[in-house]
């Protein structure tokens, strides 16, 4: 799982298998946010759970969150190659928005 | 058309020399915020701010200050540069979290910075 000041997670897996990232967090929020951050970029949003949602789905994308762990997962159905790139989870307190430390998925062909 | 613009893209600084990195959105957020990327690390909070003219301390404000004179432009500024602050920097612009989505941050393309 990812948080905080822990090293950057890695993941290599080949192209069609099914792959999920776990992110556990240590302040109460509302809303959990999973970011994509390709080589080179900014971070962008590519899904979003709240807190009254144990699960959330977009395309090839699957969200959990479990609120009374504090933890959520990430998962891609079916990798492909263009999936390769760091995820993140971020929670919200007020105005500041922390990240997890991070997962580096390598989708191989 | 990005919407979140940092320069300069890549500066390097000497040590002990002064450092400013620019941040302009045109996204109409009232959140702005930085963050230091070092490699093979996570995104880590220094400054953000809540609107005009507000700026307050994320987890790892040490060495940096920071400026928001406008909504569109918050400033990172780096007094007394060091080697230690060699990293990419990312700012971001924050939506406030309207219909209960959370405060979604729209990104920067990054500042690459080494300090020698």
């Known amino acids: 799982s990812q948080w905080g000041e822990e090293n950057l997670q890695a993941l290599s897996i080949q192209e069609g298998e099914d792959v999920t990232m776990n992110c556990s967090y240590k302040?109460?929020?509302?809303?959990v946010h999973w970011y994509r951050q390709d080589s080179g970029r900014g971070p962008a949003l590519i899904i979003l759970?709240?807190?009254?949602?144990r699960e959330k789905r977009s395309g090839r994308l699957r969200a959990t969150l479990d609120t009374s762990s504090q933890s959520s997962s990430l998962s891609i159905t079916a990798a492909q190659c263009e999936d390769t790139a760091v995820y993140f989870c971020?929670?919200?307190?007020?105005?500041?928005?922390?990240f997890g430390s991070g997962t580096r998925l390598l989708v191989s062909p | 058309e990005a919407a979140v613009t940092q320069s300069p893209r890549n500066k390097v600084a000497v040590t002990g020399g002064k450092v400013t990195l620019s941040c302009n959105q045109t996204?109409?957020?009232?959140?702005m915020y930085w963050y230091r990327q070092d490699t093979g690390h996570g995104l880590r909070l220094i400054h953000y701010?809540?609107?005009?003219?507000?700026?307050e301390k994320g987890d790892i404000p040490d060495g940096y200050k920071a400026s928001r004179p406008s909504q569109e432009n918050f400033s990172l500024i780096l007094e007394l540069a060091t080697p230690s602050q060699t990293s990419v920097y990312f700012c971001?612009?924050?939506?406030?979290?309207?219909?209960?989505?959370?405060?979604?941050?729209?990104f920067g393309e990054g500042s690459r910075l080494i300090v020698v």
């Open positions: 701010s809540y609107g005009a003219g507000s700026t």
């Open positions: 996204n109409n957020h009232n959140n």
């Open positions: 971001a612009s924050g939506d406030d979290g309207t219909g209960g989505s959370g405060n979604t941050l729209y």
């Open positions: 971020a929670t919200t307190g007020g105005y500041k928005v922390v």
């Open positions: 759970i709240r807190s009254n949602e």
């Open positions: 302040t109460y929020t509302t809303v």
